[in-house]
């Protein structure tokens, strides 16, 4: 009796379990797409209430940010976040690396020390920022963003990949030591393959706080270096809120993230957790 009552028992809380799913994707996914659907639909329908069930679908808010000086911000974000983002991983992974085999007294003040550098608030920067980018000719130029961005992220990835470098054995690195490979060999073929995880979750991380920011591009940029979120927001000006262009702005803010994520999405969960079951 209770093995012929376990069956259905077991299918009704699969059932349970994928209608809980796919309630918790609908909330979750329903902004993304909603933004999507306007991105389709022209001026007028967007604003008609009740919304349409039914609509033709346009491509021209979509043809009309290419037309215009979107394509330019969209690469401007693209280079400044893609860049901020190496040169962040390039400097911090062999700081993190280092921090985590120093032996010495003050390692956790240093490390304490590096990541309140990333508490502070943006909008305390911003004048500095400004008057030393004016003074050397950085004003509106993708490279300052991507100093801007590199300063904030270099934190993030030291605290982050300090925890993933500590779960590596020392007994390794000191093998291959003693079989006369270099520190450098050792570090690049041995340490680093092992933490590939954590790399790619701070890499993710590092490029979603670039490619999202808002604040920094609007007070360091003009028309030469600025950013597609900028540029989305420029669609609301005294002529009215264009909201297909919106829309359209918006959904392709995200997708490159959203590729970015998926590229990587083997790494994601295992890196991001990998620091909470350190013994």
């Keep these: 009796m209770s093995g012929g009552m376990s069956g259905p028992i077991r299918r009704s809380a699969s059932v ?21 659907q306007m991105s389709f639909k022209s001026n007028d329908l967007i604003l008609q209430f009740p919304p349409p069930l039914i609509f033709t ?5 979509y043809a009309s940010l290419w037309q215009g000086a979107f394509p330019a911000s969209f690469v401007n974000s693209l280079m400044s976040a893609s860049f901020s983002t190496a040169l962040a991983l390039i400097l911090g992974v062999p700081a993190a690396y280092a921090l985590s085999r120093w ?29 030393f980018y004016r003074w050397i000719g950085l004003l509106d130029t993708v490279t300052g963003l991507v100093l801007v961005y590199t300063s904030f992220n270099l934190p993030l990835v030291i605290w982050m990949m300090q925890p993933f ?33 954590g790399v790619a979750a701070t890499a ?26 900028v540029a989305v927001v420029n669609f609301m000006n005294y002529e009215g809120w264009e909201w297909g262009k919106i829309a359209a702005g918006g ?29």
């Design 16 to 36: 349970r379990r994928l209608v809980a799913i796919g309630v918790t994707l609908i909330v979750l996914l329903s902004p993304f797409l909603w933004l999507l």
């Design 57 to 61: 679908p346009t491509l021209q808010n």
């Design 103 to 131: 032996a010495g007294r003050g390692k956790h003040a240093l490390s304490f020390a590096i990541l309140v550098t990333r508490m502070a608030p943006p909008i305390a920067f911003t004048i500095p920022f400004f008057l």
């Design 165 to 197: 470098f500590e779960t590596v054995p020392p007994s390794l690195e000191e093998a291959a030591l003693v079989d006369g490979a270099s520190t450098r060999v050792v570090f690049l073929q041995i340490v680093l393959p092992m933490v590939t995880p």
């Design 204 to 229: 993710i991380l590092c490029f979603l706080y670039a490619w999202n920011d808002f604040f920094f591009a609007l007070i360091l940029t003009r028309t030469n270096a600025r950013t597609a979120p």
């Design 251 to 279: 959904s392709l803010v995200m997708a490159p993230v959203l590729i970015f994520s998926l590229a990587v999405r083997r790494y994601l969960v295992s890196g991001l957790t990998a620091g909470a079951v350190k013994g």
